[in-house]
């Protein structure tokens, strides 16, 4: 098949994208936070064929993607007042609530939960895409299933080319890591997945908040979760990463004494004069977090490369977007982190 790639500027992609959804077919479409790899999320040949592509296992769910609030009594029930709290500040937005599904919701897309998760996306195209389909759109991010997520147009192609109907190059995506995720199905909401909202406006709306132990730590692949995608590897390129913590001099000192050809070092703009001779390669300013979570994929799928020995990575410290960033790049790292203050 051959991959058609529609800009979403041209003002014929919306209707040519929601058709090909309608038809059952796969369609990349851009979104605020990554490209998402979308199919008619009420058609369960469709969903399959995105577990298909992506390699993706069966019980890791999709997210359903929505023009609009109004649209999720559709597709939900028993809906806490917290969620449409939730809507009203942050959609459309990069923020995923998990609640109950209505039967409508095919087993396949919910990975055989009978929750479901549902996000309104920040982008014009993508929202007229998924209205003219009529259907909500799941989409996971469009990356081979355990590889670094997708932020551009061009890192869908590398991975999909001739095997999906069409991708819509709306550019690099603003965001650059996957949606925040809150379950809104206990008692009390629970942080399952950090992302571009934070913590602290989440905590700001709903007054409580339970972060999920799956956002902190490694979870054993046989583990019952809450968030069943936070137990696979992810986000990681072929060869090992490991993260080293502590000031920029001890951290690079620490580096430059392990460093052997091959390795490769993953640091911050203003690191770049410590690197030197270390194949660094900057994915953003330390100063500025949203460069680093905008510029994080695409560093760690340009050090996806076999050639590579091993990966030394900096990491963003706090809160904020700089916390969606920590675990991204933790999960990249499989948690391996070194603490160049305690080694020297
Ligand atoms: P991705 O689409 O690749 O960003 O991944 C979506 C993630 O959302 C999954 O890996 C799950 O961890 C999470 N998710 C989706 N649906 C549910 C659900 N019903 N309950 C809990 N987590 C979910
Ligand atoms: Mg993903």
Redesign the pocket.
Known sequence: MQTRILPAADPGTPRIAADLIRQGQLVAIPTETVY?LGADGLNEAAVAGIFRAKGRPQD????LHIWGPEQIEQLCHRIPQKAYDLAEAFWPGPL?M?LPARSVVPKAT??G?D???VRCPDNEVTRQIIRLSGVPIA???ANLSGKPSTTTAQHVLHDHDGRIAAIVDGGPCRVGV??T?V?LTEERPRL??PGGITPEQLTAVLGDLVIDKAVTAQIDKDAVV?????KYRHYAPSEPVVIVSGSREKAAAYIRRHFTPGDRVLCFQEELPLYEGCAPLAYGLEADVNTLSAGLFAALRELDDPGIHQVYARCPVGGGVAYAVQNRLKKAAAFHIVDAEAEL
Request: net charge neutral; charged share 15%; hydrophobic share 40%.
């Open positions: 998402g890791n769910p999709l997210i995923t998990v919910t990975g939960l929750t479901v998760a989409a996971p991010s996957e949606s995720i379950d399952l997945r809450k968030a069943p995608g936070m």
